[in-house]
T-cell receptor, first 111, second 115 residues
Framework: QQQVKQSPQSLIVQKGGIPIINCAYE??????FPWYQQFPGKGPALLIA?????SEKKEGRFTISFNKSAKQFSLHIMDSQPGDSATYFC??????????FGAGTTVTVRA | EAGVAQSPRYKIIEKRQSVAFWCNPI?????LYWYQQILGQGPKLLIQ????????DSQLPKDRFSAERLKGVDSTLKIQPAKLEDSAVYLC?????????????FGPGTRLTVL
Protein backbone atom coordinates (compact mmCIF):
# COMPACT_ATOMS: atom_id res chain seq x y z
CA GLN A 1 0.00 0.00 0.00
CA GLN A 2 1.58 3.24 -1.16
CA GLN A 3 0.99 5.80 1.55
CA VAL A 4 2.73 8.68 -0.21
CA LYS A 5 2.17 9.41 -3.89
CA GLN A 6 4.78 11.55 -5.66
CA SER A 7 4.70 13.26 -9.04
CA PRO A 8 6.04 13.80 -11.60
CA GLN A 9 8.34 10.84 -12.14
CA SER A 10 10.88 13.08 -13.85
CA LEU A 11 11.27 16.62 -15.03
CA ILE A 12 13.76 18.74 -16.92
CA VAL A 13 14.28 22.45 -16.41
CA GLN A 14 16.70 25.05 -17.61
CA LYS A 15 19.19 26.61 -15.22
CA GLY A 16 17.40 29.22 -13.16
CA GLY A 17 14.03 27.51 -13.53
CA ILE A 18 11.87 26.33 -10.63
CA PRO A 19 11.21 22.59 -10.60
CA ILE A 20 8.19 21.70 -8.49
CA ILE A 21 7.61 18.23 -7.06
CA ASN A 22 4.29 17.27 -5.54
CA CYS A 23 3.36 14.68 -2.93
CA ALA A 24 0.06 13.54 -1.47
CA TYR A 25 -0.58 11.39 1.58
CA GLU A 26 -3.54 9.52 3.01
CA UNK A 27 -2.80 8.97 6.67
CA UNK A 28 -3.88 12.04 8.62
CA UNK A 29 -1.81 10.84 11.57
CA UNK A 30 1.40 11.73 9.74
CA UNK A 31 3.03 14.76 11.33
CA UNK A 32 6.49 14.88 9.81
CA PHE A 33 7.26 15.42 6.14
CA PRO A 34 10.92 15.30 5.05
CA TRP A 35 12.45 15.56 1.63
CA TYR A 36 15.53 13.57 0.70
CA GLN A 37 18.00 14.23 -2.12
CA GLN A 38 19.86 11.35 -3.76
CA PHE A 39 22.74 11.61 -6.21
CA PRO A 40 23.69 8.63 -8.40
CA GLY A 41 25.66 6.05 -6.46
CA LYS A 42 24.93 7.70 -3.13
CA GLY A 43 22.40 7.15 -0.39
CA PRO A 44 19.57 9.64 0.17
CA ALA A 45 20.38 12.65 2.34
CA LEU A 46 17.92 14.77 4.29
CA LEU A 47 17.33 18.06 2.49
CA ILE A 48 14.54 19.80 4.37
CA ALA A 49 11.57 18.80 6.53
CA UNK A 50 8.29 20.35 7.64
CA UNK A 51 5.68 19.82 10.34
CA UNK A 52 1.97 20.38 9.62
CA UNK A 53 1.74 23.38 11.94
CA UNK A 54 3.37 25.59 9.29
CA SER A 55 2.39 26.12 5.67
CA GLU A 56 5.82 26.91 4.28
CA LYS A 57 9.46 26.40 5.13
CA LYS A 58 12.52 27.72 3.33
CA GLU A 59 16.11 26.61 3.55
CA GLY A 60 18.34 28.33 1.06
CA ARG A 61 16.92 27.76 -2.42
CA PHE A 62 14.64 24.93 -1.28
CA THR A 63 11.06 25.60 -0.16
CA ILE A 64 8.40 23.21 1.12
CA SER A 65 4.77 24.23 0.80
CA PHE A 66 2.27 22.31 2.92
CA ASN A 67 -1.51 22.12 2.53
CA LYS A 68 -2.94 20.19 5.47
CA SER A 69 -6.56 20.24 4.31
CA ALA A 70 -5.63 18.82 0.91
CA LYS A 71 -3.08 16.41 2.44
CA GLN A 72 -0.49 17.61 -0.05
CA PHE A 73 2.99 19.06 0.13
CA SER A 74 5.47 20.16 -2.47
CA LEU A 75 9.12 21.01 -2.97
CA HIS A 76 10.21 24.04 -4.98
CA ILE A 77 13.83 24.53 -6.02
CA MET A 78 14.39 28.22 -6.63
CA ASP A 79 17.02 29.39 -9.14
CA SER A 80 17.88 25.77 -9.93
CA GLN A 81 21.47 24.88 -10.81
CA PRO A 82 22.96 21.92 -12.68
CA GLY A 83 24.31 20.69 -9.34
CA ASP A 84 20.70 20.24 -8.17
CA SER A 85 20.26 17.43 -10.70
CA ALA A 86 19.34 14.47 -8.53
CA THR A 87 16.46 12.27 -7.48
CA TYR A 88 14.22 13.75 -4.83
CA PHE A 89 12.06 11.70 -2.47
CA CYS A 90 9.29 12.95 -0.28
CA UNK A 91 8.38 11.00 2.82
CA UNK A 92 5.87 11.07 5.63
CA UNK A 93 5.92 9.71 9.15
CA UNK A 94 5.02 10.20 12.74
CA UNK A 95 7.02 9.71 15.89
CA UNK A 96 6.12 6.10 16.49
CA UNK A 97 5.76 4.99 12.88
CA UNK A 98 8.28 4.34 10.15
CA UNK A 99 8.83 6.77 7.30
CA UNK A 100 6.90 6.07 4.10
CA PHE A 101 8.73 7.24 1.01
CA GLY A 102 7.35 8.42 -2.32
CA ALA A 103 8.57 6.83 -5.55
CA GLY A 104 10.99 9.64 -6.33
CA THR A 105 11.35 12.38 -8.94
CA THR A 106 14.43 12.67 -11.11
CA VAL A 107 15.23 16.32 -11.70
CA THR A 108 17.57 17.36 -14.50
CA VAL A 109 18.73 20.98 -14.64
CA ARG A 110 20.23 21.88 -18.00
CA ALA A 111 22.98 24.49 -18.12
CA GLU B 1 32.60 12.49 11.27
CA ALA B 2 32.56 9.21 9.38
CA GLY B 3 29.31 8.33 7.66
CA VAL B 4 27.48 5.04 7.39
CA ALA B 5 29.71 2.42 5.80
CA GLN B 6 28.42 -0.46 3.71
CA SER B 7 30.06 -3.33 1.90
CA PRO B 8 30.23 -4.65 -0.64
CA ARG B 9 29.16 -1.87 -2.98
CA TYR B 10 28.16 -4.26 -5.75
CA LYS B 11 27.25 -7.94 -5.82
CA ILE B 12 26.16 -10.20 -8.65
CA ILE B 13 24.83 -13.67 -7.84
CA GLU B 14 22.79 -16.42 -9.42
CA LYS B 15 19.28 -17.06 -8.20
CA ARG B 16 19.05 -19.49 -5.29
CA GLN B 17 22.48 -18.43 -4.06
CA SER B 18 22.97 -16.68 -0.75
CA VAL B 19 24.42 -13.22 -0.12
CA ALA B 20 25.26 -11.07 2.88
CA PHE B 21 25.60 -7.33 3.29
CA TRP B 22 27.41 -5.49 6.05
CA CYS B 23 26.72 -2.11 7.61
CA ASN B 24 28.64 -0.01 10.12
CA PRO B 25 26.50 2.89 11.40
CA ILE B 26 27.61 6.30 12.60
CA UNK B 27 29.23 6.01 16.00
CA UNK B 28 26.73 6.55 18.80
CA UNK B 29 23.64 5.95 16.68
CA UNK B 30 21.36 3.57 18.51
CA UNK B 31 18.95 2.99 15.64
CA LEU B 32 19.83 1.14 12.46
CA TYR B 33 17.65 0.55 9.41
CA TRP B 34 17.86 -1.67 6.35
CA TYR B 35 15.95 -0.50 3.29
CA GLN B 36 15.35 -2.09 -0.09
CA GLN B 37 15.29 0.34 -3.02
CA ILE B 38 14.07 -1.18 -6.26
CA LEU B 39 14.88 0.79 -9.41
CA GLY B 40 12.38 3.59 -9.88
CA GLN B 41 10.93 3.29 -6.38
CA GLY B 42 11.49 4.88 -3.02
CA PRO B 43 13.24 3.07 -0.19
CA LYS B 44 11.15 0.43 1.57
CA LEU B 45 11.95 -0.37 5.18
CA LEU B 46 12.92 -3.99 5.72
CA ILE B 47 13.96 -3.92 9.36
CA GLN B 48 14.66 -1.41 12.12
CA UNK B 49 16.91 -2.08 15.10
CA UNK B 50 17.08 -0.16 18.34
CA UNK B 51 20.49 -1.11 19.78
CA UNK B 52 20.47 -4.88 19.22
CA UNK B 53 16.70 -5.35 19.43
CA UNK B 54 14.25 -5.42 16.52
CA UNK B 55 11.70 -2.57 16.46
CA UNK B 56 9.99 -3.30 13.15
CA ASP B 57 10.49 -6.18 10.74
CA SER B 58 6.95 -6.27 9.38
CA GLN B 59 8.08 -5.95 5.76
CA LEU B 60 11.02 -8.35 5.95
CA PRO B 61 10.40 -11.54 3.92
CA LYS B 62 11.39 -13.78 6.76
CA ASP B 63 11.38 -16.96 4.71
CA ARG B 64 14.51 -15.77 2.92
CA PHE B 65 15.80 -12.61 4.58
CA SER B 66 17.46 -12.37 7.97
CA ALA B 67 19.28 -9.62 9.78
CA GLU B 68 21.17 -9.22 12.98
CA ARG B 69 22.88 -6.49 14.91
CA LEU B 70 25.24 -8.05 17.35
CA LYS B 71 26.44 -5.85 20.20
CA GLY B 72 24.23 -3.04 18.96
CA VAL B 73 26.74 -1.71 16.45
CA ASP B 74 27.44 -3.40 13.10
CA SER B 75 24.70 -5.21 11.26
CA THR B 76 24.43 -7.84 8.56
CA LEU B 77 21.54 -8.54 6.22
CA LYS B 78 21.38 -11.95 4.56
CA ILE B 79 19.32 -13.31 1.71
CA GLN B 80 19.08 -17.07 1.30
CA PRO B 81 18.07 -18.17 -1.27
CA ALA B 82 17.98 -15.13 -3.55
CA LYS B 83 15.27 -14.60 -6.15
CA LEU B 84 15.32 -12.49 -9.30
CA GLU B 85 13.00 -9.95 -7.68
CA ASP B 86 15.56 -9.30 -4.95
CA SER B 87 17.63 -7.28 -7.43
CA ALA B 88 17.76 -3.85 -5.82
CA VAL B 89 19.95 -1.46 -3.89
CA TYR B 90 20.09 -2.30 -0.20
CA LEU B 91 20.52 0.80 1.90
CA CYS B 92 21.60 0.96 5.50
CA UNK B 93 20.78 4.02 7.57
CA UNK B 94 21.32 5.05 11.16
CA UNK B 95 19.92 7.66 13.51
CA UNK B 96 20.38 8.77 17.09
CA UNK B 97 16.91 7.63 18.08
CA UNK B 98 14.02 5.51 16.78
CA UNK B 99 11.50 8.24 16.00
CA UNK B 100 10.77 8.98 12.36
CA UNK B 101 11.64 12.60 13.18
CA UNK B 102 15.22 11.61 14.03
CA UNK B 103 17.32 12.33 10.97
CA UNK B 104 18.36 9.19 9.18
CA UNK B 105 21.82 9.10 7.64
CA PHE B 106 22.13 6.71 4.73
CA GLY B 107 25.09 4.75 3.51
CA PRO B 108 25.93 4.48 -0.22
CA GLY B 109 24.09 1.17 -0.56
CA THR B 110 24.89 -2.23 -2.00
CA ARG B 111 23.63 -2.85 -5.51
CA LEU B 112 22.55 -6.48 -5.82
CA THR B 113 21.94 -8.11 -9.17
CA VAL B 114 20.37 -11.57 -9.17
CA LEU B 115 20.74 -13.45 -12.48
Amino acid sequence: QQQVKQSPQSLIVQKGGIPIINCAYENTAFDYFPWYQQFPGKGPALLIAIRPDVSEKKEGRFTISFNKSAKQFSLHIMDSQPGDSATYFCAAGRNDYKLSFGAGTTVTVRA
Amino acid sequence: EAGVAQSPRYKIIEKRQSVAFWCNPISGHATLYWYQQILGQGPKLLIQFQNNGVVDDSQLPKDRFSAERLKGVDSTLKIQPAKLEDSAVYLCASSLGPASTDTQYFGPGTRLTVL
